[in-house]
């Protein structure tokens, strides 16, 4: 049976890039997925630092989300691999919600959100839902390096 969730509340809101584990990448602190994500999309330092400071996510991403500031060249081209390096920096910096990750199994992991089709599921549940995909590949390096340890 598939995990389905949403936003960043409840039991697996530890699954949503909203979700108030954060991690550091190349000495930055991110206080979400979220906020790291948004900032990658420009090439202005400046954008990026006003991004990583954001008080919330939803802060973040509305920044992010102004097509005022323009995107860096081919941004579409590497926005699920952004994601998924994010998406990985934080079960890997956070041990207690890797664990609940990895505890999820094999099961398919679905961000029911009726608004996105690429990031989810879709109003028609017909959408790509590669973040949910990205969960689930993060669970499987994850997963792969622990049995390296071992």
């Known amino acids: 049976m598939a995990i389905c969730f949403y936003k960043e509340f409840g039991a697996l809101g530890y699954l949503a890039s909203y979700s108030p584990h954060g991690f550091y ?17 420009f090439d202005d330092a400046a954008l990026r630092e006003k991004i990583s400071q954001a008080a ?6 509305e920044i992010g989300r102004n097509r005022a500031y323009p995107l860096k060249s081919g941004w579409d081209d590497i926005r699920a691999q952004v994601m998924y390096e994010a998406v990985y ?27 996105e089709n690429y990031w989810g599921c879709g109003p028609n549940r017909d959408g790509q839902n590669v973040f949910g995909k990205i969960l689930c590949k993060v669970r499987q390096t994850l997963r792969d390096e622990q049995q390296e340890v071992d």
């Open 89 to 115: 920096l934080k079960f890997k910096a956070n041990p207690d919600i890797r664990e609940k990750l990895l505890s999820t199994g094999d099961e398919e992991i679905i961000e029911e959100t009726v608004r």
């Open 25 to 41: 990448k190349d000495g930055v602190f991110w206080k979400t997925v979220e906020h790291y994500y948004q900032a990658q999309k």
């Open 56 to 61: 919330t996510p939803k802060e973040a991403s």
